[in-house]
Structures are given as structure tokens and as C-alpha cells.
């Protein structure tokens, strides 16, 4: 059996039955017979139960490849709506003030249980016109030279930066190479670095290599449960390693690109639970999840010196990796 | 036709570029550049060390590191015993300390024949150490580049050298101690996208491939239409991401200017510490 190529192949069966059940509610509202309508809310009733169980068996023990397909479903919550459902006052801000402007990476100043902190985050798009204007959530150098304004202008006004990472990798085009992609990547990373006000950063999507950890260098990483961080795109790796980019399935098990196995390795610092059947199945629980995690690491962040959150910002980092060490 | 072909012998050698056969002692003497079209032949870390620092002087440190296969990688243990056994290194970069033109200086090299020159744990922590000594010792850090980009097989690990590389690049920035990267054929993707890029002062070997997405990546991501100079040391000067192309017998001469000059101050502070911290 081949593997499903996007979330909405994988749900197929799912979401046919709830089509199917969405079917049956309508002709029950239109049912004037009390008795036959009794019938079919009964028969609802049970469906829904199925539906459920259907819910619960998809969506426990989900393999890495799973993952990667609920990590990159549509339907998933993307920044704009945390940052509608978790911030007050957000003025979206733009332009590099180098020439450029960038859709992929939005961000600004807005209030968070009514504290100033400043929001960066991929965006992605639903829809073709939308995919098209966020290029695919794959920003430009231009959008990291955004986040390096808008994390200077959070270091100069004291306000702690929140960072929702979903990115399938940063923009790979002519165009971002002859602007610097890698040198904009290199110095957001490094900016980072510099601050001296708190940042969290939120897995909630892909957390697509260099282009997301451009914005996630912070002092504490938190993942959502369903969310992957990957050095390389499944797709990419397999096709380096196979040169057949169709075994994404296999690589994505290679790659320990899941948050459990991200917390297990020391590079994240909590997973934060999704709702059964995932972060889409119930936003509002989601944003509930997100907004109490980041309440408890802003909370404890803010009882540093700003010298401390620099030096345990710096010090977490120095210590990732593993190797051995050799006798003698 | 003589089915030894003069470029398999060892007096004689091919330029991989133009193809012309070179003798092998006039290309050693040109530092293996071809005299013909000027394309500048990969090194090894020992070759690139010995032919850039003073002699003598280069002590190898953080030689007890060894990759593990942290992720259990499959055939990640294979790959690296045929890199040790190509290269009789353990790992794509090796660091310590040397002298140009006698002045102090904290030191790491790639290797490109070790996996690729490929960024995992190993090589993430010895570049780290290697601005931090600069740091620390007030010695301008030197580091030549040649990478594929980060190693794969050590998944996100050696993503996140990327962020522990920068870190240490900034610690030294505001440590007020240069740092010189040299970009050296090739220099690319995770290697690129983070401490090479944010040197004081970025110069290239010609002809150097640089570039953010691997021909791969690219291809996948639908790209096609690209300038002939595209990822190239060339390119990369014309769009202003580097400082300049250094041919590589002026390499030399180049760095030990920029380490006199940019260096002079934290030198001098190496100085009065009496030459360690
Ligand atoms: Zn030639």
C-alpha cells in the first residue's frame, strides 16, 4: 500500500463519513415525521460515535509521515489566526527598508494579556490566490530582514518576542539568492543572539530548516504535538539519499522529525498537546494550549536579568549536539 | 591508443574544468591551480593549513571529538568509517590555533572530502570552539568553508548547529576580535545560512561554488531559468554578499593583512595578557 501524499488523502475515508453524516443531519432537520425523525437522529447518534472511534484510532500512534501531513494540512490553524485568537492591538508592520517587501513572514507589536511583545511568524494560504501571495510560506531574505527590524525594535522597547514558526523551508528562487538568502537566515539567527528580552518560539506547522530557525533561535522552543522540525524536507532527504524523492515516508522515520523526538534530544523545551484528531479538529482548545504555555515560559523568562536571558539563551544552544569522546 | 592514459600517472594530471593534462609538479608549484584555466582544485584541511599558516605553528585541537549516529541513522555508521578511512580525519573540520606571519590565530578548515565537509554535532562544536577561543584569547579567527550544508543523517542536531555556530560568531563580534571566513569550493546551504555568512569579512576562492538551496533542492522547488554565474563566487560578489575574490597564492598575503589590521587592537590586547588569556 502506498503511502497518502497530503493530509486530505489521508483523511479521505474521514472525511467522506462525516459528508456523509453532514447528509443525514440535513434530511433529519427536514423530516416532518416525528417518529422517522427520531429514527435518524438515533442513527446520527451512532455515527457520530463511529466517528469518533474513527478519530481516536486515525490519530493515535501516528507514524513521523503522519506527522508531516498534519503538520502541512490546510485546514491547520496558521500564525494570523494565534495571533487573532491570542493577541490584542496587533499592527501588522512591513518592508525591509532595503527595497523588498516580503509576504511569507509577517509580524508587529500588539498586546498579550495586555503586555507590548512582538509577534513574528510564517504565513501560509489556504487557497491558490493566497498559497501564491505567501509564496507557500516560504520567505525571501527581505522577510528575515523584516524580523531583524522587528527584533530590534523589541530589544529597544522592552518587549519579548514571540516567534510562531510554519515554514516548508525558506525560498530557495534566483531572486532570494541574488538578495542574500543565506546571509539574511545568518543574521536573523545571529540577532537573536543579541537580545536581551525574552523570546519563545512555537513550532505549530513545519518547522522547515534554516528558513525556520531563522526566527527560532529563542530561549525556549515549545512544539505542538502534531507539528515537525526537520533539517530537511522528507521529499529532499529521500532524494538525496535514494535520489527517489517518493520514499518522503521513509526518510521522515530517518529524520526523527517529531516533536517527541526533538524533546528527547535536548532541542525543544515542551510539547504542547493537540486536541484528538488535531489542531484543526478544535482551534479553539489549540489556542487555549498555546496561550497557557506561553503565559508560563514568558512568566518565568521575565523573572531573569535581561543579561541572563541572554547568557541561558546562549548557553542552551551551546549545548546541542551529541558526540563522543574519544579515550586518551 | 595507449590504454594508460597519461592523466592516471602520477607526473601528469587532468584539470577536472578544462580537462587539460598538467604536469603535476608545475600544479603542485601553481598551488593547484590550473595553469591553463585558472580553476582553483579542492584541498585537504592539511594541505589548506600548511600552504596558509606559518610553518610549524598549527596545533591541532578538539581532536578527541567523534561523530555517534545520535538519530541511528541508517548506513550513517558506514559513510563515516569510509570518510575516516579516505581522509584519516574523524570528522569535516579540523580547528586549533596557528600563527600568520606570527601573529596568533584560532583556526578551522573543512574538509570537503570528509562527508561532503557536512556540518553535524562534530563539526558544529568545533567551529564553536573556535570562535569562542578568538573570543576568549583575543585572536581573530580565521575559517575556511567547504561544505555541502548540514549533515542530514544527524536530523535536526545539525540543524541546530546552525544557531550554536551564529551564537559563538556574535560572542566574538562583541568580544570586539575579527572573524575571516574564506569560502572555498563548496560553500553551501546550512553552512552558508549561518556562521559563514556573518564573518567581519567574507573572501572567496574563484570559481567557488556558494549558494543557499543544493541543485536538488532547487530543481524540486520548480526553479529553472538561472544566470550562467549562478551560486558562484562571481555571482555572489556582483550582488555584494562577499568582500572579494582572492586568488589562492594571494590568499596568504590577504589574510595576514586584514589580521594585522582588523586584529591590531584585540592583538594587542592578546599581547598584554601575555600571549593567553
Ligand atoms: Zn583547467
Redesign the pocket.
Known amino acids: 500500500m502506498s503511502s497518502p501524499k497530503t493530509h486530505k488523502e489521508w483523511e479521505r475515508e474521514l472525511l467522506e463519513l462525516e459528508d456523509f453524516i453532514a447528509k443525514a443531519r440535513e434530511a433529519a432537520r427536514k423530516e416532518a415525521e416525528p417518529k422517522s425523525r427520531e429514527a435518524l437522529e438515533a442513527k446520527i447518534e451512532d455515527l457520530e460515535k463511529g466517528r469518533d472511534k474513527f478519530i481516536d484510532v486515525m490519530y493515535s500512534n501516528l507514524g513521523p509521515w503522519e506527522k508531516v501531513l498534519i503538520a502541512r494540512a490546510e485546514k491547520r490553524p496558521y500564525t494570523l489566526d494565534y495571533v487573532q485568537a491570542l493577541f490584542s492591538e496587533y499592527v501588522e508592520l512591513q518592508g525591509d527598508r532595503r527595497g523588498f517587501a516580503d509576504n511569507a513572514i509577517i509580524g508587529g507589536p500588539a498586546l498579550f494579556n495586555g503586555q507590548p511583545v512582538m509577534v513574528v511568524g510564517h504565513q501560509k494560504g489556504r487557497n491558490i490566490q493566497e498559497r501564491q501571495f505567501r509564496n507557500f510560506g516560504m520567505a525571501k531574505p527581505e522577510g528575515y530582514r523584516k524580523a531583524i527590524r522587528l527584533f530590534d525594535m523589541a530589544e529597544r522597547f522592552r518587549m519579548p518576542v514571540i516567534s510562531f514558526v510554519d515554514t516548508p523551508a525558506a525560498d530557495p528562487g534566483v531572486e532570494s539568492e541574488s538578495r542574500g538568502i543565506s546571509e539574511a537566515i545568518a543574521a536573523a539567527i545571529m540577532k537573536m543572539f543579541e537580545l536581551t528580552v525574552p523570546t519563545v518560539a512555537v513550532v505549530i506547522g513545519e518547522g522547515g530548516s534554516g528558513g525556520a530557525i531563522g526566527i527560532a533561535a529563542s530561549n525556549r522552543v515549545l512544539m505542538l504535538e502534531n507539528s515537525v522540525y526537520s533539517v530537511i524536507p522528507p521529499e529532499g532527504c529521500a532524494a538525496i539519499l535514494w535520489r527517489m524523492p517518493e520514499r518522503g515516508p521513509d526518510a521522515s522515520k530517518a529524520l526523527k522529525l517529531t516533536a517527541a523526538s526533538a524533546l528527547e534530544y535536548g532541542l525543544i523545551d515542551e510539547i504542547l498537546p493537540e486536541p484528538k484528531g488535531g489542531a484543526h479538529r478544535s482551534p479553539v482548545e489549540t489556542f487555549a494550549t498555546v496561550k497557557e504555555a506561553i503565559e508560563k515560559h514568558l512568566g518565568a523568562l521575565q523573572k531573569l536579568s535581561p543579561e541572563v536571558v541572554k547568557t541561558d539563551r546562549y548557553d542552551k544552544y551551546r549545548g546541542m549536539g551529541r558526540f563522543e569522546i574519544a579515550e586518551g | 591508443m595507449n590504454t594508460k592514459a597519461p592523466a592516471n600517472s602520477e607526473a601528469f594530471l587532468q ?1 577536472i ?2 580537462k ?1 593534462i598538467l604536469f603535476s609538479i608545475d600544479f603542485e608549484q601553481n598551488l593547484r591551480v ?1 595553469n ?2 585558472g ?1 582553483h582544485h579542492r584541498l585537504s584541511a592539511a594541505t589548506r593549513i600548511a600552504w596558509t599558516f606559518d610553518e610549524d605553528t598549527f596545533e591541532e585541537l578538539d581532536t578527541e571529538l567523534r561523530s555517534g549516529n545520535p538519530l541511528e541513522f541508517p548506513d550513517y555508521v558506514d559513510k563515516l568509517h569510509a570518510a575516516e578511512a579516505k581522509t584519516k580525519r574523524f570528522d569535516s573540520v579540523v580547528s586549533g590555533r596557528a600563527k600568520l606571519e606570527e601573529m596568533p590565530v584560532s583556526v578551522a578548515v573543512a574538509d570537503f572530502n570528509f562527508m561532503g565537509g557536512s556540518m553535524g554535532s562534530v563539526a558544529g562544536e568545533k567551529i564553536t570552539r573556535t570562535l569562542e577561543r578568538a573570543a576568549d584569547e583575543q585572536t581573530p579567527a580565521i575559517i575556511f568553508c567547504a561544505s555541502g550544508g548540514a549533515r542530514m543523517q544527524e536530523g535536526l542536531l545539525s540543524l541546530m548547529q546552525m544557531a550554536k555556530t551564529t551564537a559563538a560568531a556574535q560572542r566574538c563580534a562583541e568580544a570586539g576580535v575579527p572573524y575571516i571566513a574564506v569560502f572555498t569550493d563548496p560553500t553551501m546551504a546550512g553552512v552558508l545560512a549561518s556562521y559563514a555568512s556573518i564573518a567581519d569579512v567574507i573572501v572567496a576562492e574563484p570559481r567557488a561554488l556558494v549558494g543557499f538551496a543544493g541543485t536538488r533542492v532547487s530543481k524540486q522547488a520548480g526553479v529553472s531559468k538561472v544566470p550562467d554565474d549562478f551560486q558562484t563566487a562571481e555571482f555572489c560578489l556582483k550582488h555584494g554578499m562577499i568582500d572579494r575574490i582572492v586568488p589562492r597564492k594571494e590568499m596568504r598575503d590577504t589574510l595576514a593583512s586584514l589580521v594585522r589590521t582588523l586584529g591590531g587592537h584585540a592583538l594587542s590586547a592578546y599581547a598584554a595578557n601575555g600571549g593567553k588569556k
Do not use: L, S, V
Request: charged share 10%.
Open positions: 584539470c574544468n578544462c587539460k590550473c591553463y584555466c580553476h
